[in-house]
């Protein structure tokens, strides 16, 4: 997907829940074929963040432009809300996100789940979504379980399909909250074998992960979150093994 436009700007995102202030201002740039990975203790506003990116959360101040698209907002008497919910959709179908729980319709299957966004979001053909999301399956290990049930498959599998199906809008940029948080250890490596071949391809990438070897190896920054404020980032050489914060050097502390 070449382009000379920025996948995604966020520019001092702001989010209250009540009284309590969990995003102080966030800015990040993701450039075509960046993978951005955001780490932090918990409840630092990491998945937060990523929400108010494709707006399943409004941000309650800040800019969000997407593909050089700004996205505009209004002030009603409940908060502040996008202007145009036509133009989130259209938005949010460039931005996949694929979330910790798996989120697959347990009533249809594998593929109908990968099918459904293309066929009725994009208008896909349906012939056309069909093979194109038996080429995403084959790609994630899973074109032998196109016809099982979500609950017929591991939390591991799940995930792999919850990838095949953000894959299939051949979205701007990915977005990943914690995909692997919710999984038995042994099922994490299939679900990261997926992700760093996304990498690997070039695909622009944010992820929330405690996987921190893996973000060393797969980002292009590393973002450091703390109590909704960006403590540190760079180039995960950088952050990762030569820190200046001395909370995210005791963040990153081997627990005994």
Known sequence: MATTATPLQARNIKKRFGTHEVLKGLSLEAHQGDVITLIGASGSGKSTFLRCMNLLEQPDE???IVHDEPIHF???KHGREPMDWKQVERIRAKLSMVFQNFNLWAHMTLLENVIEAPVH?????????IDEARSLLDRVGLLDRADYYPTQMSGGQQQRGAIARALAMDPEVMLFDE??????????GDVLKVMRGLADEGRTMILVTHEIAFARDVSSQVIYLHQGVIEESGAPAQVLD????ERLRQFLAPKH
């Not at 979001?121 to 056309?128: C, E, R």
Request: charged fraction near 35%; proline fraction near 14%.
């Open 62 to 64: 800040g800019e969000l």
């Open 74 to 76: 209004r002030d009603t």
């Open 121 to 129: 979001v994009l208008g896909k053909p349906k012939k056309q979504a």
């Open 179 to 188: 995909p692997t948080s919710a999984l038995d250890p042994e099922l994490v």
């Open 242 to 245: 030569d820190p200046r914060s």
